[in-house]
């Protein structure tokens, strides 16, 4: 037996957060990496080192700034968020044992 009652709700199109911040951290590596490329890099210490070195600041940032991107949308988001009537049904489950009667076999 099931109830059934009519209920509102909100649609809406959510940022995924996740991948806001992991094109970010991506994008200010590739910033690093092209700005680190125009200067030369000191001898004794080595271009890979140095784009270690600017990325420690660069990728946090770009984390931060990716996340206020979403943060932004979410809130667009929130606001174009569409109300339907939806169905809300509640289902009594039946356990796997009072569904097999007595002499039932399972087959191969």
């Known amino acids: 037996m099931s109830n059934d009652r009519q209920v509102d709700v909100k649609v809406r199109r959510a940022p995924k957060f996740g991948a806001f911040i992991v094109v970010g ?25 140095l784009v270690a070195y600017f990325s420690l600041f660069t990728i946090p940032a770009g984390i931060l700034i990716a996340a206020v991107i979403a943060l932004l949308v979410d809130r667009r988001s929130s606001r174009r968020a569409r109300t339907v009537a939806a169905e809300e049904e509640t289902v009594q489950s039946v356990e796997l044992s009072e569904l097999e009667q007595p002499g039932d076999t399972q087959s191969e």
């Open 25 to 49: 951290a991506g994008i200010a590596f590739i910033a690093t990496l092209i700005v680190t490329a125009q200067f030369p890099a000191d001898p004794n210490v080595g271009f890979g080192a």
